[in-house]
């Protein structure tokens, strides 16, 4: 017995040496580990920066900069366009350029055992010019099966697909979720979704990753633009289908949040009006989650939507001029924020800190903001359902009074749509994701099952906590750091 359980031991010593040699020294780090960016003293001057907003930009533009895979989309080989070659006419929106099926997941903090690729595809601007464009796919360990309508699978059965459109990030290449450590948003939705078993198709947007076409002409990021968010999302499928065949089923819901819950809606809206463009994707829809959706451009902050929509009006509007709206504070801070490619929390230092940089006349002044609306909002179309939309009462970005304004006015115009409005008492902007993440998810299975809707035609629900409002945390205050080197491995459970 002794014998034995020395030789156990002996045995069980042995182990632990060998998991000791493998374990590497451990190395404190932090969240601006790998950037060191200060602002010149004359960035500083010119866009008239206290020090504590000047120390802000510079710990946020860190921070930033820290959570690019690979360096970012200005460093990385992945984004750089391939020669159209053999084209007996123009490139055809949808046609996909390049594919990276295995995108090394060294460099992001997606969850273990999912597996990320990348795609460059051509998409259109609002105007029609076929552009190039990029995007991901999250796929699944298992794919989620489903025994139900239409939509019945088996374990051969290609992986259903759930088309997520993201929230605002930015209006600069860097500001791209393909190339953001968490894909922008994370446990909020694309890794929900692929941890709950869907292929999570997602375009950046156009003028996000790629800014310059093959001619070399910018690519601006036409912020807001419900019908171009949708076309880039719509064009994304079609790539992505192409890119991995047999992989992905036809069938889709559309999910989105903010600018995205816009897109998300305007891409229902798309399916509705321009069928004979997306005959496939009309066939495939299943539904679409709205959340805090951008239905208004212009009824959410001045001081950010006035910017960053300004910074690339001139290219939907020959005459339009960054004067007309900003003052000559905001055209200064402006032009930093091109300086260092911030995106929304650099954004938020520079115009919502100190001064004036929005003219209060801008509307009156000039036409541009109007017509803008006209082209770029969602709501109050027909589209195609069924819909769900989710919007908290608390939220500061997109205002609850708008989103109840989209949908009365949707609703009174198309009394026969299958559109469901959730409200949240409570709840602010992005926490509206999480809040009803268990609900979107069974919609999304309902959907895919090919179960009815709750109920025919429009209908709103107000939904209430289970403990008193006042117990929850009100803002995310986390975020998934990278630890991806073996040298931090020992920030994650359990380490290597």
């Known amino acids: 017995m002794y014998l034995a359980t020395a030789a156990l031991l002996g045995a069980l010593a042995c182990v632990r040496l060998g998991v000791d040699a493998q374990v590497p020294p451990a190395t404190p780090q932090s969240t601006g580990f790998n950037s060191s960016f200060t602002l010149s003293h004359e960035q500083v001057q010119l866009a008239q920066l206290s020090e504590s907003v000047a120390r802000s930009i510079e710990a946020i533009t860190n921070y930033d900069r820290s959570q690019l895979a690979f360096g970012g989309p200005l460093e990385d080989d992945f984004y750089t366009l391939p020669p159209l070659t ?18 090394d997941p060294t460099s992001y903090v997606i969850p273990p055992n999912t597996a990320l690729s990348r795609i460059l595809y051509t998409t259109t601007n609002l105007n029609g010019t076929v552009i190039p464009t990029s995007g991901f796919v999250l796929w699944p360990y298992q794919p989620r099966r489903f025994s139900g309508g239409s939509t019945r699978t088996n374990s051969s059965s290609p992986a259903p697909v759930v088309l997520w459109t993201h929230g605002a990030s930015g209006t600069f290449p860097n500001n791209s979720p393909s190339s953001h450590r968490a894909l922008w948003f994370g446990y909020a939705a694309p890794f929900a979704l692929a941890l709950d078993g869907y292929a999570v198709v997602a375009p950046d947007y156009a003028g996000l990753g790629i800014s310059k076409s093959w001619d070399g002409s910018d690519i601006p990021h036409e912020f807001l633009a419900g019908p ?19 992989m992905l089923s036809s069938d889709f819901v559309v999910v989105g ?3 995205g819950g816009g897109a998300a809606w305007a891409v229902s809206e798309a399916l509705e009006a321009r069928p004979d463009e997306f005959p496939r994707q009309v066939r495939g829809h299943r539904g679409t989650v709205a959340g805090s959706p951008t239905t208004d451009v212009f009824a959410g902050l001045p001081e950010v939507v006035l910017p960053w929509v300004g910074m690339v009006l001139d290219k939907v509007f020959s005459d339009f001029r960054l004067e007309s709206w900003l003052t000559p504070l905001g055209i200064a801070r402006t032009k930093l924020l091109g300086e260092v490619q911030g995106g929304i929390g650099v954004t938020q230092q ?37 819909m769900l939309v989710l919007q908290g009462t608390d939220d500061l970005y997109v205002r609850y009074e708008t989103t109840d304004s989209t949908v009365r006015d949707t609703c009174d115009s198309f009394p026969g749509a299958e559109l469901e409005f959730l409200v949240l008492p409570g709840v602010a902007h992005v926490p509206a994701l999480p809040a009803t993440q ?59």
């Open 257 to 259: 949040h903010s600018q």
């Open 350 to 386: 520079l115009y919502l800190s100190d001064g004036d940089v929005v003219k209060a006349d801008y509307n009156e002044t000039s036409w541009h903001a109007a017509a803008y609306h006209r082209l770029a909002s969602s709501g109050r179309k027909a589209f195609k359902g069924p």
């Open 86 to 103: 053999n084209q007996a006419g123009p490139v055809a929106p949808g046609t996909l350029l390049k594919v990276q099926p295995v995108t």
């Open 438 to 496: 268990p609900l979107w998810l069974r919609w999304i299975a309902d959907r895919f099952e090919g179960r009815p809707v709750a109920r025919d035609g429009c209908h709103r629900r107000k939904l209430k906590s289970f403990l008193p409002i006042e117990q929850y945390q009100v803002h995310g205050n986390s975020f998934p750091q990278w630890a991806g080197s073996p040298e931090y491995s020992y920030q994650v459970p359990l380490g290597p």
């Open 228 to 246: 171009a968010a949708a076309n880039d999302a719509l064009y994304a499928l079609c790539a992505a289908w192409d890119a991995f065949p047999g």
